[in-house]
């Protein structure tokens, strides 16, 4: 099956934050269904920048910090809970289920996972893959929906 994708240019980190804010918002409508997001691009891309303002699009209002050390930083808020993962430092995909990983994947939660491929096989699969890359000063979004869910996703988006 074929899914939907879309491509959207930030020029600016407030445009990054639009885009992050506008997929947050479709999420909130498909609440409490749990969504899986890959976020993919190379170090310094806009990962998590692109994760701090989705997170804090929810109600968070502290600091976002990669979890490249603790590979998940849990953000539990109102509305749903939030997983940010960063995989990069991770040496085998089975360490992921040392850490109890499937339990992760639940209703009403949403986990952001960067360095995905790191993962493979231990993951649950993804609704949206974002991929970021570098363009001048700007960044260049392609997202693409994996699943119904992440079509539906997309559908929902006003910005892409």
Same mark, same amino acid.
């Not at 409508?29 to 929810?58: C, E, H, N």
């Not at 849990?74 to 992921?96: G, K, M, N, T, W």
């Not at 893959?129 to 960044?139: A, H, K, P, Q, W």
């Given at each position: 099956?074929?899914?939907?994708?879309?491509?959207?240019?930030?020029?600016?980190?407030?445009?990054?934050?639009?885009?992050?804010?506008?997929?947050?918002?479709?999420?909130? +409508?498909?609440?409490?269904?749990?969504? +899986?997001?890959?976020?993919?691009?190379?170090?310094?891309?806009?990962?998590?920048?692109?994760?701090?303002?989705?997170?804090?699009?929810?109600?968070?209002?502290?600091?976002?910090?990669?979890?490249?050390?603790?590979?998940?930083?849990?953000?539990?808020?109102?509305?749903?809970?939030?997983?940010?993962?960063?995989?990069?430092?991770?040496?085998?995909?089975?360490?992921?289920?040392?850490?109890?990983?499937?339990?992760?994947?639940?209703?009403?939660?949403?986990?952001?996972?960067?360095?995905?491929?790191?993962?493979?096989?231990?993951?649950?699969?993804?609704?949206? +893959?974002?991929?970021?890359?570098?363009?001048?000063?700007?960044?260049?979004?392609? +997202?693409?929906?994996?699943?119904?869910?992440?079509?539906?996703?997309?559908?929902?988006?006003?910005?892409?």
């Amino acid at each position: 099956m074929s899914y939907p994708q879309s491509a959207y240019f930030a020029a600016s980190e407030s445009d990054t934050s639009t885009l992050a804010k506008d997929i947050a918002g479709a999420i909130k +409508v498909m609440l409490p269904a749990s969504s +899986v997001i890959y976020l993919k691009g190379d170090l310094g891309a806009g990962k998590t920048t692109f994760s701090r303002y989705f997170i804090q699009s929810f109600g968070h209002e502290g600091a976002v910090k990669s979890p490249t050390y603790t590979l998940v930083e849990p953000y539990e808020l109102e509305q749903v809970s939030i997983y940010h993962f960063d995989l990069y430092r991770l040496a085998d995909p089975e360490e992921l289920e040392f850490m109890g990983i499937r339990d992760y994947f639940s209703d009403n939660a949403v986990s952001l996972i960067e360095w995905a491929e790191k993962g493979e096989g231990c993951l649950a699969s993804a609704d949206l +893959v974002i991929s970021i890359t570098t363009d001048g000063d700007g960044r260049r979004f392609q +997202v693409q929906a994996k699943s119904a869910q992440g079509s539906k996703v997309l559908q929902h988006c006003k910005h892409i």
